[in-house]
């Protein structure tokens, strides 16, 4: 299978910092293609370079075009990111919805790319125009004005988590594994022996409510066995008899 | 039902722009408690409050605390950010699924709060271990480091997502309304009169098939109205005889 991400094309970038800081939101993502058209500072200037710290490879190979048209000339399926309304008949995306449709239009080798605007105003309607879609990234609507990188950022990670399949919950043990039940029930015994050796059961009929509580204390999140010694350890410690 | 957003804890943040940065991106999320465990700078400074971008009321209302136990003695589920694997025993969340998780508990009426570390090291172990899950946000593990405010909006994006309930596509058509079958119907056998008077079907039995060929040009995507209309104009306009 191809690897192809889309392409990144920033229209009319004016400050080379947000151009560096957008290539290190594109890398954070993976995403390696970057086109510029007619930024108005040097992308590869000492700012540029500094704020995107350490994606400067990206800088490097990113191709300047002076129109819109020649930026996108190549591709096949080209979403506009815009936060107004625009007065268009045209589809409208949600982030995450346009990265699943842009994974599958590359998915089918169609050659995407995500357009971004000019830091205060934005796209102007003939390139949305252009755009098979428009994305809007849902954010509050009375503050939903993003700093360029954070745009390309937002829909860069949308997109790269079509890519990737991580476990959305994991629980990490590191070097220890999580106790048997068999552990367990001997940590509970253990329990009861040494709260019944020091007087913890005075009131008979409590016991079994006592002890029911216990386990659900100990039983409602996954012990590891080394918990479970670090457990043993304390109590071990605790019944003998201090220094006084 | 109670509005209550999770509190954003910025452990030691060392650049006061950065701050601002982060309050941006929490009132882009619809986020309003910020709480700070000994700042080393200003987070009322002057560079503070214009990084803020108009979030300067969330920087009014910060509360300043000297340990990360003190800022978050009220709450009761606590996620640390972190982009670095933790030698630690702990649940760890994606940042879509620490957003539902957070989303149901905030349900259940517990109060919340997402923890974020110093910008060069992160969280500190024991900080770490003071809150319920990691959220380790997805990126490119070879450029995963993130500016502290765009951490921020990532996490706070995925908690404000599931507050909303957007349609994820939408067919914009603005002040018109998509075409009835009827009317392209209509507009199918005008073109078909045209196409006939001005002698495009001159090959007889080519013509079903270019006349499915144009309702499928026409079909694919649904036209509105007033496209049709802009379709009768350009088609009546160019049957005119041109002055040569």
Redesign the interface.
């Known amino acids: 299978m191809n690897n192809i991400t889309p392409s990144i094309i920033l229209v009319h970038p004016q400050l080379a910092e947000n151009v560096g800081?957008a290539a290190?939101?594109m890398?954070?993502?993976?995403l390696s293609d970057m086109r510029l058209v007619s930024p108005r500072e040097d992308h590869l200037s000492a700012t540029a370079i500094s704020a995107s710290?350490?994606?400067e490879e990206i800088l490097h190979q990113a191709k300047v075009f002076d129109s819109v048209q020649e930026a996108i000339a190549d591709l096949q399926d080209v979403y506009a990111t815009t936060a107004r309304h625009?007065?268009?008949?045209?589809?409208?995306?949600?982030a995450?919805?346009a990265a699943t449709?842009m994974t599958k239009a590359i998915k089918q080798g169609l050659k995407c790319g995500l357009m971004f605007g000019p830091e205060r105003t934005g796209l102007e309607n003939d390139d949305v125009s252009l755009c098979d879609a428009?994305i809007n990234?849902?954010?509050?609507p009375?503050?939903?004005?993003?700093?360029l990188?954070?745009a390309v950022?937002?829909v860069g990670?949308e997109f790269?988590?079509q890519q990737?399949n991580?476990?959305?919950?994991?629980?990490?043990?590191?070097d220890?594994t999580i106790a048997s039940k068999e552990k367990l029930q001997h940590f509970y015994d253990f329990l009861e022996v040494e709260l019944n050796n020091c007087g913890n059961f005075s009131i008979d009929e409590k016991r079994p409510r006592m002890l029911r509580n216990l386990r659900n204390i100990f039983s409602r999140r996954s012990l590891?066995e080394?918990?479970l010694n670090t457990l043993y350890g304390i109590i071990n410690y605790l019944k003998q008899p201090h220094q006084k």
Chains 1, 2 share one sequence.
Do not use: W
Request: proline share 2%; charged share 20%.
């Open positions: 800081m290190r939101a890398m954070n993502c993976n710290s350490g994606a625009r007065n268009q008949t045209k589809m409208v995306y949600t995450d919805k449709e428009i990234i849902p954010l509050n009375k503050h939903c004005s993003l700093n990188s954070q950022l937002l990670y790269y988590k990737i991580t476990l959305d919950e994991q629980f990490v043990t590191n220890t590891t080394q918990e």
